[in-house]
């Protein structure tokens, strides 16, 4: 372990010299001695020793006090006073740096010893505490400490950010003023068992923000012990998940959608299909699939551009969406093929009326980049269970029906005949 280094200020050369042999022989490195206020701000901030052991009256225009006021303002040193006075004026003076002790004069080697050594340890918890309240107040997460019953002790900066909540509106209150009413009460006493059972609980809560706002937070609660191990604290640390949620979701809603469109892709279009095969298996039911080819889109793109090309895609879209009933399932599974799902169906000649609907709107006039255009489609159509009981069966049978469509002229539906 290093020495540890002693700046010793004190205008009475006899004393400085007896205090640098008895700090020697205590085993303490005596860095510098010096004889006034000025010399001791200069070695200050040259040597930057552990701690300094300073007259509290020298000779000249800065006294003891006023040198380690000017030394506190650049360096956090713990100084001990060295004073043979007790006057009250000049103690309160003194009190006012916070000094890490005093040692009387003549001094006794003792005593010395030990309040040097209580000044150091002081020192060091000091430190400790400085740099966790500076960990606390500039940590990126929410922190929270409450009692063990509960009640908001302090909060951080984080916190005040992500609730809104400022720590004279949190302290003093329950964590309850957070709660979103999103998780039951199941799941708080999950929380509290855990928590109580193995000291930590830690998982994702929605809290709501003090504007209302509900949002996601991964949480750690931590439960701390006092020597005989019961519960005096809860610290809780607290991340805003808003944003990861978001970027997850957009992911997810990427990966089973189409980008143009917005309509679901051929993923997310055979698991709804799969879907709704096993309802109209269960409820003995009948569904229709419907697969739907633009005719001519080639030449558009050809002609105008892939930019009205997908403007046209974009328009045609919002008009099948305008044909179907609530429940039902447009999708776009390739260039200017959509497929659609009909569950529920209680008879044919819905989907009967549904084909002729978007047939009708379909051939309906387009004006795209001061072009008008005229555009068509070809639909075939199947049906579980008369045509098949699988989504392969049904979907190939349905393209089928839908190139019967072109061959008899386009512009038209046909339902699958076997």
């Known amino acids: 372990m290093s020495k540890v280094n002693i700046l010793i200020v004190e205008d009475d050369g006899i004393t400085a010299r007896d205090l640098e042999k008895w ?23 040259e040597i930057n020793p552990d701690i300094v052991l300073m007259d509290i009256k020298l000779s000249g225009d800065i006294d003891g006090i006023e040198a380690a006021r000017q030394i506190h303002v650049y360096r956090n040193i713990p100084v001990i006073y060295l004073t043979a006075f007790s006057d009250k004026a000049l103690l309160r003076r003194a009190n006012i740096t916070e000094p890490f002790g005093y040692v009387l004069k003549p001094f006794d080697e003792k005593e010395l010893h030990i309040t040097i050594e209580m000044a150091l340890c002081k020192h060091k918890v000091a430190e400790e505490l400085r740099l966790a309240k500076m960990v606390f107040e500039n940590a990126m997460d929410g922190m929270m400490v409450t009692d063990a019953r509960g009640t908001i002790l302090s909060v951080n900066n984080a916190f005040t950010k992500i609730t809104g909540y400022t720590p004279e509106e949190a302290i003093g209150k329950n964590p309850r003023l957070l709660k979103s009413g999103r998780q039951d009460a199941e799941f708080y006493k999950d929380f509290w068992d855990t ?6 609980w830690e998982g994702e809560i929605w809290n709501k923000r003090k504007n209302g706002e509900i949002y996601p937070e991964w949480t750690v609660i931590s439960a701390v012990r006092n020597n005989q191990g019961n519960i005096t604290h809860y610290i809780g640390v607290a991340r805003d998940t808003t944003e990861r ?33 096993s309802n109209a298996k269960r409820g003995k039911g009948i569904l229709a699939v419907i697969f739907l080819d633009i005719d001519g889109f080639k030449p558009v793109n050809d002609t105008f551009g892939h930019d009205a090309g997908d403007i046209l895609l974009q328009s045609i879209t919002k008009r099948l969406m305008n044909c179907i009933r609530q429940g039902d399932t447009v999708a776009r599974i390739g260039g200017d093929e959509f497929t659609l799902i009909l569950p529920q169906v209680t008879q044919k000649e819905e989907v009967d009326e549904i084909a002729r609907r978007l047939i009708d709107t379909i051939k309906e006039s387009y004006l795209i980049n001061k072009h008008k255009l ?10 579980y269970p008369d045509d098949g009981e699988d989504m392969q069966t049904l979907m190939k049978k349905a393209d089928i029906a839908m190139y019967s ?11 699958y005949a076997g």
């Open 23 to 45: 700090l020697t022989g205590l085993g303490y490195n005596v860095s510098a001695v010096v004889s006034s206020g000025v010399d001791a701000i200069k070695k200050a901030k």
């Open 195 to 200: 928590l109580i059972a193995k000291g930590k």
């Open 245 to 277: 949620i978001r970027y997850e979701e957009k992911i997810k809603y990427q990966a089973y959608h189409d980008t143009l469109t917005g309509l679901p892709n051929r993923l997310l279009f055979y698991d709804r299909l799969s879907v709704a095969l």
């Open 374 to 383: 005229y555009i068509t489609a070809s639909i075939g159509i199947s049906f």
């Open 405 to 415: 469509a072109k061959e008899k002229g386009k512009n038209n539906y046909q339902f």
